[in-house]
């Protein structure tokens, strides 16, 4: 060690060796915030992160015991010793045993082994109280394997501003990457692997910028587009030259759900004749395109004003429910939108809901339309949901038979979905059994 002796005889530091370490602290001092705002990740790497894991290591055992997650040791020895008053302070509490803080690109992660008695729950509870005293922007718990959680934290909103990665070539079949997970992983929804999906949101909460992000992600794929839009095609309309079918008014709409239901029917005949489960698995030259459906407004389907409109909703809702249960197998795929959906619009939303696994619930208006999106899967998602604010278009609660999380979509303008739809509406197959006469 490069130590000096002073007069008394003590050892200190040289004196350049201060000098250098106090030039290097002022300096990162200085250019600490300017680091932080050009180079987030290397700012938080060299600075932050140390610092933050020191805060961590020195609050662990004050934090465990305010969340109420230490355990005294052995209570009745530690009253007898306050009754004598032997003077021997009395034993300090168990807290879990945690493991090293690891950095990741926006944050840190670490395991906590829980103590005998304790279940991830109590520390999913105290998951708001371990972000405030870390100072982070939110603290994610999950269970790791039994009788261990893993407490992950993300220092800023990672869905403030996504990076939203270049797309090279179509990509695989049905799988599209549309936005950034809080995780900052890409958010890719895999229609082969969650075939049908329910999108919902209040006015400007970002489901049509999802489905632009959608179409544009399937637009150079081999797939056939769909549209259903009551909404008289504004939305919709506007990938027209890409879409193989598009209905704009619920009499067209229910035509072509039941078009697409006999085009499922038929697809079941020849998968049933090679002796196939699903169309994956006839060979390359018989299998019929996929087909993904979007409608966007299904309120418009449901709601009803008379006996006539009753009939219709009435079958649109049939065909959807048949389409969900017998299309993944037969390479039909659904992705719905809408702005309210609550089962006022009637029991068929509450059976198509059971039928739609994957769901995206934005910034609701109403708790219901929260509720049917994520209620069934995960009280828990139904609270984020609930918390996404007017300033966070695009941002949403993902559920399915996974979990959950907090995505973004990428801003994927219409203007953007057109183009990339008139660019490919080369590839748009004609499905002469979809077309629907406007009537
Ligand atoms: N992922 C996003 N990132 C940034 N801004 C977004 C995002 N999604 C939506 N927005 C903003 O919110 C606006 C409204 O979004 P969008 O049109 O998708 O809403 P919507 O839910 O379809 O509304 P409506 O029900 O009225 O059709 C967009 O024009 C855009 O400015
Ligand atoms: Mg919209």
Known sequence: MILASDSSGRETWPSWVLLVATVLVSGLFITGPVLRRRYPLAWWLILGFPATALRVTYTWRALMAGCGLAVSRRPALTVVSGLIGNGAPPPQPRVPRRGLVRPTAGGFWLLVRLLPGQVPEDFVKAAPAMAEDWQVHAVRVTSWKPGIVRVAASVSDPLAAPRVPKQRGPGRLLCVAVGALETGAAWVVDLRRVPHWLIVGATRSGKSTLINALVAGLAPQPVALVGIDCKGGMELSLYEPRLSALATNRGQAVRLLTALVDLTLDRMTV?????????????????????????????????????????????????????????????????????????????GVTALRAQLGGRVCHRVADPGTAEM???????????????????????????????????????????????????????????????????
């Open 271 to 347: 998968c049933r004749a090679a002796r196939v489960r699903n169309i994956w698995g006839l060979p390359d030259k018989q299998r019929p395109v996929p087909v993904v459906v979007i409608v966007d407004e299904l309120a418009e389907l449901f709601l009803v004003a008379s006996r006539n409109e009753k009939d219709e909703a009435q079958a649109a809702g049939t065909a959807l429910i048949r389409l969900a249960q017998l299309g993944a197998a037969l390479g039909v795929f659904l992705v719905v939108a809408g702005q309210r959906v609550g089962s006022d619009l009637g029991p």
């Open 373 to 439: 999106a994520l209620g069934d899967l995960n009280p828990d998602a139904l609270k984020a949901a609930q918390a996404i604010t007017p300033e966070q278009s695009g941002t949403a609660v993902l559920a399915s038979g996974d979990g959950w999380e907090r995505a973004r979509s990428h801003l994927i303008t219409e203007v953007e979905a057109e183009a990339v739809a008139a660019e490919y509406a080369h590839l748009t197959p004609v499905l002469s059994e979809l077309h629907v006469e406007a009537r």
